[in-house]
């Protein structure tokens, strides 16, 4: 029997989440082995507490503490607006830019025939029903540029033309981006997205 069963099993369990491999999870469960008491225990705690009561928004799809979230409950945000995402990492990736103002739908996932998801295993029918309920003007379809993403934004425009306006995020050069860096899909999206100056 090995004295360290428990912390091999942490270090094991840590190594899969996103962005940690196997050394990093180690210098993790080290570092919070040795700072106990300041990080561990309450790290410990609030994982049993957020175990116990996170959730996901009826509405929208966010995770929270709530049945409904913040961002849906907000006399603040604008009404006739819905920013559709993919997952809660892209809705919370839009909040820190801090330039969208209205209500979010995530969709939790993109179609993909090859991954065999189709509209009903996502949060599509939702969202359709939200544009009708709640008087939207405007669905910004703020999905990732891939192929998946495109493809389920161009099934979303088609359930919903006609009925309300939509709009995409621009892709193109990036702020502070060179043309040197940048791959040629980002370049063609970027020409064919010009402005006048």
Known sequence: MS??????????????????????????????????????????????????????????GNVGTADICDFCTSEKRATGEICVVEDVADLWAMERAGAFKGRYHVLGGTLSALDAVGPEDLRIPQLLDRVMDENVS???????????GQTTAHYIADQLEGRV???SLAQGVPIGGELDY???GTISAALRARKDV
Request: aromatic residues 0%; hydrophobic residues 50%.
């Open 182 to 184: 940048l791959d040629d």
């Open 3 to 60: 004295s360290t069963r428990d912390i091999d099993a942490l270090i094991e369990m840590m190594a899969k989440l996103p962005g940690l491999g196997p050394r990093s999870a180690r210098r993790a469960v080290l570092h919070l082995i040795r700072k106990r008491a300041l990080l561990l225990t309450p790290l410990a705690d609030l994982m049993q507490t957020v175990a116990v009561t996170a959730r996901e928004c009826r509405r929208c």
């Open 138 to 148: 405007e669905v910004i379809l703020a999905l990732n540029a891939t192929v998946d």
């Open 165 to 167: 306006r939509l709009t």
